[in-house]
């Protein structure tokens, strides 16, 4: 089982994406233990549908991440990197305003691949906004 490499850090992992998607979209690392990781989003425009509702691609994007910075907090020593293969999202609400929060949570954390699932929440009120889950292939120097 992978555990949580010691180097790994809320501010390494924020740092990381600053220039990238996670920065442009102002997804923020909160929390990082052994199996889980947390994150915030504020809502902006930018991640609103023209039907004023929560855009699903800000809502994957949130879990992706949460759950794709978790994968690199707990990679196996010698592991090069990851690349997700798989990722399903059921959306159950939406925001209009405020901010999202989400929770990833390691199911399966093997040598080849890691399983996460993730909860994401209407920050203010705790309200489930959608339940992801993505499986991870750990990639390997090649030889």
Not at 30 to 48: D, P
Not at 63 to 89: M, N, Q, R, V
Not at 103 to 121: E, I, S
């Amino acid at each position: 089982m992978s555990t949580l490499r010691p180097e790994v850090s809320v501010e390494s992992l924020n740092r990381m994406g600053g220039e990238y998607l996670p920065g442009y979209l102002g997804v923020e690392m909160v929390s990082v233990a052994q199996g889980e990781l947390s994150s915030r989003m504020a809502v902006k425009k930018l991640h609103v549908a023209p039907n004023e509702f929560l855009h699903a691609a800000s809502v994957v994007a949130l879990a992706d991440t949460t759950c794709g910075y978790a994968t690199i907090a707990h990679l196996p020593a010698g592991a090069a990197s990851f690349t997700t293969i798989e990722l399903k999202s059921n959306f159950l609400g939406t925001v209009r305003e405020g901010s999202v929060a989400c929770t990833a949570t390691a199911q399966h954390l093997g040598r080849t691949t890691q399983v996460w699932d993730a909860v994401v929440t209407d920050a203010a009120s705790g309200r489930k906004i959608a339940l992801f889950r993505c499986t991870q292939m750990i990639l390997w120097p090649k030889a």
